[in-house]
């Protein structure tokens, strides 16, 4: 659990957003791996040293009809970059999809990422077109639960 926080803070970092990260150990570890995870988590390696991650999770399509694989997050370390870990990470991901029947793999990129924006076109990856991302956090689930209507 240690190594998988860390990768998210170094993530977060990168991504800029280091001050949303409100995860800790324990929570990790009841969501990843309590009685009923809610995500899975991969790490990769390069030369035994831990370069990576992701973080994916089960999702439904309606218009499938089958379930889907959504990458919450994907992660090489600045330094391991360039040497086909997450390529190798997508392809282990595109495997897991497969094996589960799901329709679709799907993930967000922030708009600013070209370097990740170009990776994922090259792997054959289209954005979405029309469609925008809407989120009510931890507050807004607890506003909306308690209204009546």
């Given amino acids: 659990m240690p190594l998988i926080l860390s990768l998210i803070r170094e993530l977060a970092e990168y991504e800029r ?4 990260v409100v995860a ?12 009923r995870p ?9 030369d ?13 399509s ?12 994907v992660y090489v370390r600045p330094e391991r970059r360039r040497a086909g870990v997450g390529r190798a990470v997508l392809e282990h991901l ?6 589960r029947g799901c329709g679709r793999l799907e993930w ?10 170009d990776f994922y076109a090259g792997l054959g990856a289209r954005p979405v077109a029309g469609w925008t991302i809407h989120r009510l956090g931890a507050e807004g689930i607890r506003g909306l639960a308690v209204t009546d209507g």
């Avoid at 957003?17 to 949303?20: F, T």
């Avoid at 218009?63 to 997050?73: A, K, T, Y």
């Fill in 17 to 20: 957003l280091a001050d949303q």
């Fill in 24 to 35: 800790t150990k324990e929570l990790l570890e009841r969501h990843l791996f309590g009685g």
């Fill in 38 to 46: 809610a995500a899975d988590a991969v790490v990769a390696e390069l």
């Fill in 48 to 60: 035994d040293e831990p370069a990576g991650f992701a973080i994916f999770f089960t999702t439904f």
């Fill in 62 to 73: 309606t218009f499938v009809g089958r379930p889907g694989m959504w990458l919450e997050d």
């Fill in 94 to 99: 595109a495997r897991l999809a497969e094996e």
């Fill in 108 to 117: 967000a990129a922030l708009d600013w990422n070209a370097p990740a924006l």
